[in-house]
């Protein structure tokens, strides 16, 4: 049983066992990027946690035109998969001796321009908000945190004109946008 408004008619001619992965993460992931983060053309985009979702908003930011796209997973053996959805560059931040955020910071001479943290960790959602650049660094989270779980930040970060916003979905309407994502698919 489904509510009416999830129910969405696409091209009879998709692979069903290939396009039902769109109607959640890869979607969610996607839509993150291209709806919510909108990097601009050039941009650098910061992907936290490479899992599924984590790379459809790869895919979306390479779509969108990012020009450097830094994969943030703990896990290295995704890196090279990451790389097909667009990644350029990545970091683990077991790697390092000081915050990713910091890191991402040193890399990007300031900050990257948009974060999608794809997770669901509170920390690596701070961390995502924390390594946008000032002024106009866009920060989108996905993941849904623990029930108990409380994001801290310094209030500097948002008077520095930092934004944070969140998604459901990517901002995809299922019945109205689902089947201009199945046509993505299907024009390869």
């Known amino acids: 049983v489904m509510h009416v ?10 692979p069903l066992d290939k396009v039902c992965v769109l109607s959640c993460g890869i979607s969610t992931g996607l839509g993150a990027s291209i709806n919510v983060a909108k990097p601009p053309k050039g941009s650098t985009v910061a992907i936290f946690g490479l899992g599924a979702v984590g790379l459809a908003a790869a895919e979306g930011a390479r779509i969108a035109g990012a020009s450097r796209i830094i994969g943030v997973d703990l896990n290295p053996n995704r890196f090279e998969e990451a790389r097909k959805f667009g990644c350029t560059e990545f970091v683990n931040p077991k ?54 779980a409380e994001f801290k930040t310094h209030p500097m970060n948002f008077l520095n004109e930092r934004t944070l916003k969140g998604t459901f979905f990517g901002n995809y309407k299922p019945r109205t946008d689902l089947p201009n994502v199945v046509e993505l698919y299907m024009k390869k």
């Open 95 to 148: 790697d390092h001796n000081k915050p990713v955020q910091e890191v991402l910071a040193e890399m990007t001479n300031g900050g990257v321009d948009r974060s999608v943290e794809c997770t669901g960790n509170i920390n690596a959602m701070i961390q995502a908000f924390e390594c946008v650049h000032d002024g106009w660094g866009v920060a989108v989270l996905v993941g849904a945190p623990h029930k108990d």
């Open 5 to 14: 408004g999830c129910v969405a008619k696409i091209n009879p001619a998709a």
